[in-house]
């Protein structure tokens, strides 16, 4: 539930939100994930701090949360991934592996099968959706990245790449022929360490509903992991929250205005959140988590650096 205080522009706590949203908000909120089967995970490296939500234009990118910041990089001619496509797809690839406990992880053995798991109809031509998401697999898939936490006593960094080897071997021109070989990934050994010890859930059905927005999908992420843990309310800046989600957005006005209508989109489905937009910052209160806390299957020889 998203409250406004005296201080703040009088604006309707829900705008007219779009039906099908509406509607697939209460088909979720009518079934446990657990009783549909719709619990998946995400990295908590890249919850914490985020993807491009538009292609940057270079090959390096970063995102800050508190002391922790996260810094991606990939080849200049496959270029970062960005959007909405690359969060479902690690999603995905993300469940995949903690199920199974493998980082071998098949994607399919179609394209258009791979999508209608994504949520997604394949559609070709130059702005289909089977050219983007194949772009947004390459782009995935050769990223490399640091997870740097820096303080006044102490310095580290955890670098991973996210897959240490893809094969692709969809058909391009028919997207439901079956393939010889199964189009697979080999998750990194780091990334994939980590994913199985710290595991954060989400809602897939809340995943495919928020599709359309990457902000909102990283504000569902976000939310569900903090209040797994959140203890006491807290207060976060919205400068802070600019460099967590969205800082090329440029001016802050631009960055809450567009911050506020995407938490609006998220607590139609997560509508258990209490949360506060105040002039200085948005104010965390303790609420139920959209998924509850998963039992982590924890891997021998593990080593990780926590916030």
Same mark, same amino acid.
């Given at each position: 539930m998203m409250q406004t205080d005296t201080d703040t522009k009088d604006q309707p706590l829900l705008r007219r939100c779009d039906l099908d949203l509406i509607a697939r908000a209460e088909e979720i909120q009518q079934e446990d994930p657990r009783e549909s089967g719709s619990i998946g995970? @995400?990295?908590?490296? @890249? =919850?914490?701090?985020? @993807?491009?939500?538009?292609d940057p234009g270079s090959n390096e990118f970063r995102r800050r949360n508190g002391n922790y910041t996260l810094v991606m990089m990939a080849p200049a001619e496959i270029g970062l991934p960005y959007g909405s496509l690359p969060r479902l797809?690690?999603?995905w690839v993300s469940t995949e592996a903690v199920l199974t406990r493998r980082p071998d992880v =098949?994607?399919?053995?179609?394209?258009? &099968?791979? @999508?209608?798991e994504l949520g997604l109809t394949a559609t070709g031509g130059r702005r289909g959706t089977i050219p983007r998401v194949k772009q947004q697999l390459q782009r995935l898939f050769s990223t490399s990245i640091s997870c740097i936490y820096?303080?006044?006593?102490?310095w580290a960094n955890v670098g991973f790449r996210i897959a240490d080897e893809t094969r692709l071997w969809w058909h391009p021109k028919d997207p439901n022929q079956h393939d010889l070989w199964h189009s697979r990934v080999i998750l990194g050994a780091s990334f994939f360490r980590d994913l199985i010890d710290h595991p954060v859930p989400v809602d897939t059905r809340a995943l495919k509903t928020l599709r359309r927005s990457p902000l909102a999908l990283d504000i569902y992420c976000w939310l569900t992991y903090r209040m797994s843990y959140l203890r006491k309310a807290t207060l976060v800046p919205w400068s802070?929250? &600019?460099d967590q989600f969205g800082a090329d957005y440029g001016r802050q006005d631009n960055f809450r205005a567009a911050f506020l209508d995407a938490l609006r989109k998220v607590l139609t489905v997560y509508c258990l959140a209490r949360v506060l937009p105040t002039p200085i910052g948005l104010l965390l209160k303790p609420s139920q988590s959209h998924v509850g806390r998963v039992q982590p299957c924890r891997l021998p020889e593990l080593s990780t650096h926590k916030r």
């Open positions: 995970y @995400m990295t908590r490296a @890249m =919850v914490q701090a985020t @993807m491009p939500h538009r797809i690690l999603s =098949v994607l399919g053995d179609s394209l258009a &099968a791979f @999508m209608r820096s303080g006044e006593s102490h802070a929250l &600019a």
